[in-house]
């Protein structure tokens, strides 16, 4: 019965979740500062001469900001004119040469495979600095797990709160898809994909609102434990009832993450074909990007940029 129940509840966070895709963030007019859309870019493209484009769920928000400010036009008028099809999608189409290049956390062994099958080498342009983040039930009183604790709770080894500090009760540890940003994640800074444990399909969660969703407020939410990108848990997709876990007693946060404090920094990229002429609009897009201008665009949208 309690199965069943867990079942029901996950379709209807899931269901809830998907309908809202990439479109979650903030309306554009409280994204874009005034000020920033009267600026022009010292950069331009017409509609039909935009790169195309593609990318993270979490990294969205960017991209959509760079448009507007390569066409010259508000957000809401330049997010047609961008895709989204979240990390596995946008990974699949810049390999099929469908997009020009994609916003995206590293590649996955998969991804990478997948490249080489088909005769394509990725060129990574590292722009942002964000922070991989687990999240728990905001009644739960741990505040602080280690990395090796979060390797022990995903291989299994450590099954309940108690043995990290917390109260008797057993942790129910939620996962992502393969091949997602934050799947990849957490099999580069956590655990190796060979030694993660086998999640359940209700525990293995294909949205990003909706792991968050699942850790805040399904029936056993007081042993959940999840994990995504600090942007698009604290803007994107917030929820009080969850909280942010410090890592080896470093809280994530724009300062934390600025300074490099955070124990698992993770650098967003820009990716394209290697094969990409020398001055094609896609790598006078990437220069835009990394410039004193595109590094703006990330501040004003509440990102941190790499700085060189």
């Known amino acids: 019965m309690k199965k069943k129940l867990l079942a029901a509840a996950l379709i209807f966070v899931l269901a809830a979740s998907m309908l809202s895709g990439c479109t979650e963030q903030k309306p554009a007019e409280e994204q874009v500062p005034q000020e920033q859309e009267q600026q022009k870019s010292t950069l331009h493209f017409t509609a039909e001469e935009l790169p195309k484009i593609d990318g993270a769920t979490a990294l969205a928000p960017y991209y959509e900001a760079m448009a507007a400010k390569l066409l010259d036009m508000d957000v809401k008028d330049a997010r047609q004119y961008v895709q989204c099809n979240r990390t596995d999608g946008a990974y699949e189409n810049l390999i099929s040469g469908k997009v020009d290049m994609i916003f995206c956390s590293m590649p996955s062994t998969e991804q990478k495979q997948m490249a080489e099958?088909?005769?394509?080498?990725?060129?990574?342009?590292?722009?942002?600095?964000?922070?991989?983040?687990?999240?728990?039930?905001?009644?739960?009183p741990v505040e602080s797990l280690s990395v090796k604790q979060l390797h022990d709770i995903y291989s299994g080894k450590i099954k309940n709160w108690k043995e990290v500090g917390g109260k008797d009760v057993e942790i129910v540890p939620f996962q992502r898809p393969d091949n997602s940003g934050s799947q990849t994640g957490i099999y580069n800074y956590v655990i190796s994909e060979d030694e993660i444990m086998d999640a359940p399909t209700e525990?293995?969660?294909?949205?990003?609102?909706?792991?968050?969703?699942?850790?805040?407020?399904?029936?056993?939410?007081?042993?959940?434990?999840?994990?995504?990108?600090?942007?698009?848990?604290?803007?994107?997709?917030?929820?009080?009832?969850?909280?942010?876990?410090?890592?080896?007693?470093?809280?994530?946060?724009?300062?934390?993450?600025?300074?490099?404090?955070?124990?698992?920094?993770?650098?967003?990229?820009?990716?394209?074909?290697?094969?990409?002429?020398?001055?094609?609009?896609?790598?006078?897009?990437?220069?835009?990007?990394?410039?004193?201008?595109?590094?703006?665009v990330a501040r004003e949208n509440g990102y941190v940029p790499k700085e060189d």
Do not use: C
Not at 253 to 258: M, N, P, S, V, Y
């Open 117 to 140: 099958d088909a005769g394509v080498e990725f060129e990574t342009f590292p722009f942002l600095n964000g922070g991989f983040v687990f999240f728990v039930n905001k009644d739960n």
């Open 203 to 296: 525990m293995k969660i294909a949205d990003m609102g909706g792991i968050i969703d699942a850790v805040a407020s399904y029936d056993n939410a007081a042993g959940a434990i999840g994990y995504s990108y600090y942007y698009y848990v604290a803007n994107m997709h917030y929820s009080d009832k969850i909280k942010l876990v410090a890592i080896d007693g470093i809280l994530p946060g724009d300062d934390t993450i600025a300074d490099g404090t955070y124990p698992l920094i993770n650098p967003s990229l820009v990716i394209i074909n290697k094969g990409t002429p020398k001055n094609s609009p896609v790598r006078k897009v990437v220069e835009w990007i990394l410039s004193d201008e595109g590094k703006q």
